[in-house]
């Protein structure tokens, strides 16, 4: 059963998101909603104590959203045939989604601003 309460929109490659005050988990957005992201990143297993916030920029671009509030809903490994065979142990893919905390409404504005200048179409 689907528990998404907003549509996600696929964002664009050159977005992306980093996790915990010391950016241990950063990769490229795959989808973002009002609501919050999926991002997948190549890991050795080092974790950052505090998960806390995550931001979201673009590259080549001046969009920077920093210390989003947000929870962790998922960390999961995924298996992506070109990253293995670029990768070797102990490097890991994986996507984690998170769920974005009450925003204060600069941080709000600044996510409508992402959602519609920096996405591509709707997410399946």
Same mark, same amino acid.
């Given at each position: 059963?689907?528990? $998404?309460?907003?549509? =996600?929109? %696929?964002?664009q490659?050159?977005a992306?998101a980093?996790?915990g005050?010391?950016?241990t $988990? /950063?990769?490229r957005?795959?989808?973002i +909603?009002?609501?919050?992201?999926?991002?997948? !990143?190549? @890991?050795?297993?080092?974790? &950052?104590e &505090?998960? +806390?916030?995550?931001?979201?920029?673009?590259?080549?671009?001046?969009?920077?959203l920093?210390k989003?509030? *947000?929870?962790? /809903? !998922?960390?999961?490994?995924v298996? $992506? +045939?070109d990253?293995? $065979?670029i990768?070797f142990?102990?490097? /890991?893919? #994986?996507? *984690?989604g998170?769920?974005? #905390?009450? %925003?204060?409404?600069? #941080?709000s504005a600044?996510? =409508?601003d992402? %959602?519609? @200048?920096?996405?591509?179409? /709707?997410? +399946?």
């Amino acid at each position: 059963m689907e528990k $998404r309460r907003h549509i =996600r929109l %696929l964002a664009q490659d050159n977005a992306f998101a980093a996790l915990g005050s010391r950016f241990t $988990r /950063v990769g490229r957005v795959k989808n973002i +909603s009002p609501g919050g992201l999926a991002f997948e !990143y190549i @890991t050795n297993g080092e974790t &950052d104590e &505090d998960i +806390s916030q995550l931001d979201v920029f673009v590259s080549g671009n001046d969009f920077h959203l920093p210390k989003v509030p *947000c929870k962790v /809903v !998922y960390d999961i490994p995924v298996q $992506r +045939s070109d990253v293995n $065979r670029i990768f070797f142990q102990p490097f /890991v893919t #994986k996507q *984690c989604g998170v769920q974005f #905390k009450e %925003l204060p409404e600069d #941080k709000s504005a600044q996510l =409508r601003d992402f %959602l519609e @200048t920096h996405t591509a179409g /709707v997410a +399946s």
